[in-house]
């Protein structure tokens, strides 16, 4: 059964004991008296009667327009037909006139309902469909989810929108009830499993707006909020299951949205439904300048927590959406600044501004990190004040967090592997290492570095021939590694970058971490690995040779990564399998070689010599040419002159595990003028 068809059941039984009074008295009385008992109706119902009553009479055939104010939320509009009237219709008009919502039923009682997310003036009309006489029209809001009968007898919501995406309720600040029994069970939320019945309402908000939505229910609750398209879970922006207190018939969320359509979903835990109160509390956002009032000094450390909070900030450099909480953090003299924000559910960001309720002073944010979870901004700070803010990434952050703050002076304090003399051994053929040059000293300048960049300084031993490649994971701030022979002399830097790929002759190196700039200083992850040149070399011992004009098969798979092409990607994400072949050429000749791989990523590469010179300043030092992709990803050619010599053409694949079957072929091609290049990457 309908709310609406409940409705006029209802009035239906009131007018039984109305009409004995409305005949006694005449037909104005008789009308009169309708009205009385529709009017006490309505009144048990919890509704409210808003706007004129409208009287008027029709001949048969006729209709009368009457305007109307309708306020946000949901409106009854009912009609009463007076002694003679057979069939009265009621319908609900747009701007232009036409009928929009009418009354389908065949009696003198006609009742339209409508729910609109913003008060609007319209237009009804009255059109006496069968007979004719009096009539009178009101409008009644406040009308909230009738209980009606169930097969089972049990009382159940109803609306006439059917809390469903294609039919949400509308929703404004206020308290709803409903029940999620006669729901739908076409969402899950984001943050709980919920296959349970749900009902849907929907939110619109003409500008950005604190929204605090508090759900009671003696069943396990979940509250979710999609922001635009009702049907995508990925449009979800809040979600809460039990509210921060545990309380697992509560769900709160409270944030603060901009602009737009939301759908708000009442959903249950598992397949948990039952009766439902919703209250809905929309105001204006928090002024940041009221918080900024408010903020508490920040020495080492403090806790709080996000309940309760909103976001003042807006999104931030870092998008952070979550609530926020200032801090003021007051620097004596220019100094190494650590800050740190660790949660307990949470994504945390940090951020820093110059002045609290300024936008634009903002100096850098961070969010998440890889080394522990936390979110840290480092930097170099003037003296002054300045504001630190707890955030989080995303609405609904109701957890508590820490924030912390460490200090060092801008040229540092010292710590271990500071200096030559303290350098850090690295051991074993695979080191994984996390260092941290927020208190180092710059002890050490590299070809072209800036000064005042705090730099670590390790020790690594090379017993035999080895490739080494180093390269640097997360980081707090940003690095970059030098290689040397002598720790002290500068001019005996092998190689300097974000990673590092050589081959190096049996001695003792050392490898340099240094800050990119003074400011960029903090934790870092750093890999080194070494691998005995054994392996290389037996390759290159039993490399099959290369006849030009027949194709060669074979697969990388399981060939093990004992070479390097220059072409292959980053130095640090060289490690696919390979295989390489000798090539005798017996005269100048140019030489066009394909390689064809129909399920991976090649790379083809001509070598000079078959094993890499150690301490060689690049790859392409022992390369003639290189090549990733000729017109798609499956091959790979090189063309180039060749003097009378021995040569080597490696078999590589592009970046890490890139291996499989392939076909390789050399074929001698007419020379060109020198102005023509062969094609490298």
Not at 395 to 420: H, L, Q, Y
Request: aromatic letters at 4%; one cysteine or more; glycine letters at 10%.
């Amino acid at each position: 059964m309908t709310a609406a068809r409940s409705l006029r059941a209802r009035v239906a039984a009131s007018l039984v004991l109305a009409l004995a009074v409305g005949c006694a008295g005449g037909r104005v009385n008789g009308i009169e008296g309708r009205y009385v008992a529709v009017h006490n109706t309505l009144a048990a119902l919890g509704m409210v009667e808003v706007g004129p009553i409208h009287r008027g009479s029709l001949e048969g055939g006729a209709e009368r327009r009457l305007a109307v104010d309708l306020p946000a939320g949901c409106t009854l509009l009912v009609a009463l037909g007076g002694p003679g009237v057979d069939d009265l219709d009621l319908a609900l008009l747009d701007a232009d006139g036409k009928a929009v919502q009418r009354d389908t039923t065949h009696d003198a009682e006609p009742s339209v309902r409508v729910c609109l997310d913003r008060p609007a003036k319209r237009q009804i009309a009255v059109h006496m469909a069968r007979g004719a006489g009096d009539f009178v029209a009101a409008t009644w809001s406040g009308a909230a989810p009738v209980q009606v009968a169930t097969a089972g007898g049990a009382p159940e919501d109803t609306r006439e929108a059917s809390g469903t995406c294609a039919s949400p309720v509308p929703l404004a600040s206020g308290v709803v009830s409903g029940n999620t029994r006669r729901g739908h069970a076409d969402l899950t939320a984001g943050c709980a499993s919920s296959s349970s019945k749900e009902i849907v309402y929907r939110l619109v908000l003409e500008k950005r707006q604190r929204v605090v939505l508090d759900l009671d229910a003696p069943f396990d609750t979940v509250l979710h909020v999609r922001e635009g398209d009702c049907e995508d879970a990925a449009s979800e922006v809040a979600c809460n299951d039990d509210r921060p207190t545990g309380n697992v018939h509560s769900s709160k969320v409270d944030d603060v949205f901009d602009p737009g359509t939301y759908f708000v979903v009442v959903d249950g835990y598992g397949t948990e439904v039952g009766a439902y109160r919703l209250d809905a509390r929309i105001s204006d956002p928090p002024a940041l300048a009221d918080l900024c009032r408010a903020v508490k000094p920040l020495a080492a450390s403090a806790s709080g927590t996000f309940e309760d909070g909103a976001d003042h900030t807006g999104a931030g450099s870092c998008a952070a959406k979550g609530p926020d909480v200032a801090y003021k953090l007051d620097v004596p003299t220019r100094q190494r600044v650590r800050l740190s924000l660790t949660t307990a559910a949470s994504d945390p960001v940090v951020h820093l501004r110059r002045t609290c309720a300024d936008e634009g002073s903002e100096l850098g944010c961070g969010a998440r990190s890889a080394l522990g979870g936390a979110a840290v901004w480092a930097g170099l700070l003037d003296a002054g004040s300045y504001t630190v803010f707890a955030d989080a990434e995303q609405r609904g952050a109701a957890t508590s967090f820490t924030v912390g703050v460490e200090i060092s002076p801008e040229a540092g304090k010292g710590t271990p592997g500071d200096a030559c003399s303290d350098a850090i051994a690295l051991l074993g053929a695979d080191a994984r290492v996390v260092g941290d040059t927020f208190a180092a000293h710059d002890d050490l300048a590299l070809v072209n570095g800036p000064a005042g960049a705090p730099d670590l300084v390790y020790r690594l031993e090379v017993p035999r021939t080895s490739r080494v490649r180093a390269s640097l994971g997360a980081q707090e701030g940003e690095h970059v590694l030098a290689l040397r022979k002598s720790c002290v002399d500068s001019s005996s830097e092998i190689a300097v970058g974000p990673s590092l790929d050589r081959v190096l002759a049996p001695g003792t190196y050392f490898l340099v971490v240094e800050a990119k700039t003074p400011g960029s200083f903090g934790r870092y992850r750093l890999d080194v690995r070494t691998r005995d040149h054994a392996a290389p070399d037996a390759a290159c011992r039993a490399a099959p040779t290369l006849t030009p004009g027949q194709a060669v098969r074979g697969t990388t798979t399981a060939a093990g990564d004992k070479f390097a092409a220059s072409c292959a990607g980053p130095e640090d994400r060289r490690a696919s399998a390979d295989r390489i072949y000798k090539l005798v050429v017996p005269k100048r000749t140019r030489m066009r070689i394909t390689l064809a791989t129909p399920t991976w990523d090649g790379v083809l590469a001509i070598r000079k010599t078959c094993l890499d010179a150690p301490e060689s300043v690049a790859l392409r030092a022992n390369e003639l040419a290189c090549n990733n992709d000729h017109h798609d990803t499956h091959h790979a050619q090189v063309e180039t002159v060749l003097d009378p010599g021995t040569y080597h053409v490696l078999v590589d694949g592009h970046g890490v595990g890139n291996e499989g079957a392939f076909t390789l072929e050399a074929v001698p091609v007419p020379d060109r003028p020198a102005s023509v290049r062969a094609p490298t990457k």
